[in-house]
């Protein structure tokens, strides 16, 4: 049944209410650096089954839980060497890692997807580490879109998807890093589950080693691995040195294009733009070119995001 929608501003009530949604069970969207995130109660099974509900999402598929900070992560999962040094370099931050889960935690089996690790980070966000605060648990939450579609970068892009669906959306205007985060596995050796917001060189130099990678077609292992996702209505087409008849562009660098991702080039300003550029040109109800990125940095993210849009769709 369709519930109203409110929308919250990131105030001392907003984020009362907020709280107190997340503490009856309902499902509160909220702004990240990195996109939207639809948040619930990582500990209440029926809270977790609605964010799955919600989206539409394959229950196999498991969730990021949020927390407020490294000591609250560590009630939670197995804490090896490389998780302090990572969470000491970056977090809060747009990086989450993959930890062995610890027994007795009180997280809901939903979030894990059966699995016997649980993927967690400290957002960086001002509205989000309020809200956390203000709710003082875990609080699960993956993009705030009906799955497999564009990721929410505004509040306004999380009512377009989820209205009727979510109690409501705490506004804490555009994110800034623009793409979801890094994922780091640290079950075994470590190993990048998931391109982000924060690039691999950077954690590799922080481990002093590299990061062995997560192979494609594999097992679904933590969120955003799906082949399908982050995709518009339209249908995508890369790599695209122009346009052609009926298609928009969405370029990057010095192009003639629909919109730019970033005229001067830049792989940061490129990522906060993507979602927000794709939602736009989705609109026109036209396919969509993209010009080539380069495959490094953030543009390794901004690429993996773009052949998950473009990928066959069931």
Known sequence: MPVETALLSADPDGYARAAALLRGGALVAFPTETVYGLGG???????????????????????????????????????????????????????????????????????????????VRVPANPVARALLRAFGGPVAGPSANPSGRISPTTAAHVKAGLSGKIAAVLDGGACDVGVESTIVGLTDAPVLLRPGGLPAEAVEQA????????????????????????????????????????????????????????????????????????????????????????ERGLGRAINDRLRRAAAPRD
């Open 207 to 294: 481990l002093g080693a590299p990061l062995a990678r997560h192979g494609a077609g594999g097992a679904v292992t933590a969120p955003g691995q799906l082949a399908s996702h982050y995709a518009p209505g339209a249908t995508v087409r890369l790599e695209a040195e122009r346009r052609e008849p009926g298609e928009v562009l969405l370029g990057f660098g010095q192009v003639e294009c629909d919109l730019n991702l970033s005229a001067s080039g830049d792989l940061t300003e490129a990522a906060a733009n993507l979602f927000a550029h794709l939602h736009a040109l989705d609109e026109t109800g036209k396919p969509i070119a993209v010009s080539p990125i380069p």
């Open 41 to 119: 109660d990582a500990t209440d099974d029926m809270a977790v089954a609605r964010i799955f509900e919600a989206k539409g999402r394959p229950r196999f598929n498991p969730l990021i839980v949020h927390v407020d900070g490294v000591e609250t992560a560590r009630e939670f999962v197995e804490w090896p060497h490389e998780a302090e040094v990572l969470a000491s370099a970056f977090w809060p931050g747009p990086l989450t890692l993959v930890l062995p889960i610890k027994a007795g935690t009180g997280i809901s089996g939903l979030v894990t997807a059966g699995l016997p690790s649980l993927a």
